[in-house]
């Protein structure tokens, strides 16, 4: 049923009045041009959405990787209202961000990168140079394709403390040919390496948090890089 909305909705007399040109009937009210009013998105619409916060209304983007551009905050969540396969070349996580299936869904996200995300000889799909992502019941599928030159592939790249947590997350690296892959790469943030006079402050160890999860493929589950 299409959503009905206040200002399109006919206003009637009260039953059993009259008014001076007759009987009670529908009267139609005119749309004020100077009041932008958006439409809710119905509960039930697929998609991707970016959740509003404080009130706003969610936002629907056509794809992942644009969804994750749009945050401008931390602790955003984008909630994958659709069942089956979805294909994405990458992501690029910069901020305290939640990607979770909606509820009673079941989303799969097909990573196939392309030599555009890659970063020289390194082919990164979910890169984390900062902030934090936190996955909740999304499967994930990469595929190491021939098309693409590369000497590592890597499904996450993270580089900050307490970057990465997993819950109820499947994780499949298809690599048919034995391409060196990691699930996981863990690399040293730039100006990680300071100069030996140079006072630092210890930082806490990088570690990535699983619960409930399925890591599986042709691959290595760990590789560190600088």
Known sequence: ALPIYPSLVEKKNPAGQENATGPSRPVAIERNPDVNIMPPIPADEEGIFLLGRDGGSDHKYASLEAACSGVRSDGAVIELRFDGRRVESGLKITRKLTIRAAKGRRPVIELRPRHVVTDGNQVRAISIPSGMLQLVGVE????????????????????????????????????????????????????????????????????????????RGQCRSEEHTS
């Open 140 to 215: 994930l599928a990469m595929f190491v394709e021939d098309g693409v030159s590369a000497d590592q592939w890597s499904m996450f790249s993270v580089e900050r403390p307490d970057s990465l947590r997993l819950e109820g997350v499947t994780a499949t690296m298809i690599n048919p040919r034995m391409y060196a892959a990691s699930i996981c790469e863990l690399r040293l943030a730039a100006g990680g390496m300071m100069p030996d006079n140079m006072p630092t402050v210890p930082k806490p160890p990088l570690e990535v948090e699983m619960s409930d999860c399925l890591i």
